[in-house]
């Protein structure tokens, strides 16, 4: 499978990008920190020289869409596209200035919808093809709510009703489109968000869970908005 990761440099985006190419898939990795994502190439090439990881420096509140459609293209087209990276701005409802929530939905709603437009025309080439966007449980309606993580909250469940949305436009291409509402894992923005808190789930142990579901979800699922959690958060 060709796939393309958004938030590959850290956390579960890097996790996952080391799982799939490991497990000998055809791997395009997207963040804006470039030594992160140096660093990942070396670890997954040292274990599995014969590994096909590639990535891009690329920041997602400014997209460049010749370049990453460049990229798509020496890859040899695309069958997973997994929208992975995310914003978290901790504050209280009465601090947030317009340029909180701005940047909110630009990462966690708009780059998802720029990623999928320069991705489906590839996409639409698959014969599985499938968009796996990363929501979270705080996006999830009727799970518990963080008064500081409001901004975090309402972009991922737009993120969820995009998902929804998008299955249902994407019928006639074939390309099955869902979510995975994600509860706690020990990852540096849960540190950021509850610096007291550990999660009973490492990165690498939802990347095992979320590799099986990009590349067989779509035999199963499509619209879907799934909860996948331990605990709350």
């Known amino acids: 499978m060709r796939i393309l990761i958004s938030g590959a440099s850290r956390g579960i985006g890097r996790a996952l990008a080391k799982t799939l190419a490991l497990d000998g898939h055809q791997v395009l990795g997207l963040a804006r920190n470039e030594e992160g994502l140096q660093t990942l190439q070396n670890e997954i090439i040292n274990l599995f020289p014969k590994a096909r990881f590639s990535y891009l420096k690329i920041d997602l509140e400014a997209i460049d869409q010749k370049v990453i459609g460049k990229a798509l293209q020496e890859l040899g087209g695309l069958d997973i596209l997994v929208n992975n990276a995310g914003l978290l701005i901790k504050k209280p409802f009465a601090q947030l200035k317009a340029d909180d929530w701005?940047?909110?939905?630009?990462?966690?709603?708009?780059?998802?919808v720029e990623l999928i437009q320069i991705a489906f025309p590839f996409l639409e080439a698959s014969s599985s093809a499938h968009i796996v966007n990363i929501g979270s449980m705080g996006g999830y309606p009727g799970t518990q709510k963080y008064p500081d993580l409001i901004t975090y909250a309402a972009s991922k469940a737009a993120l969820a009703n995009l998902s929804e949305t998008l299955s249902q436009t994407f019928l006639p291409n074939q390309i099955a489109v869902n979510c995975l509402a994600l509860g706690a894992v020990q990852t540096e923005m849960l540190a950021e968000a509850f610096p007291d808190y550990q999660a009973e789930v490492s990165p690498e142990g939802i990347a095992d869970y979320i590799a099986?579901?990009?590349?067989?979800?779509?035999?199963?699922?499509?619209?879907?908005?799934?909860?996948v959690s331990r605990s709350n958060p």
Not at 102 to 112: G, T
């Open 212 to 227: 099986h579901f990009c590349v067989h979800g779509q035999k199963v699922y499509n619209g879907k908005v799934l909860p």
């Open 102 to 112: 701005q940047r909110s939905f630009a990462v966690n709603v708009w780059s998802v």
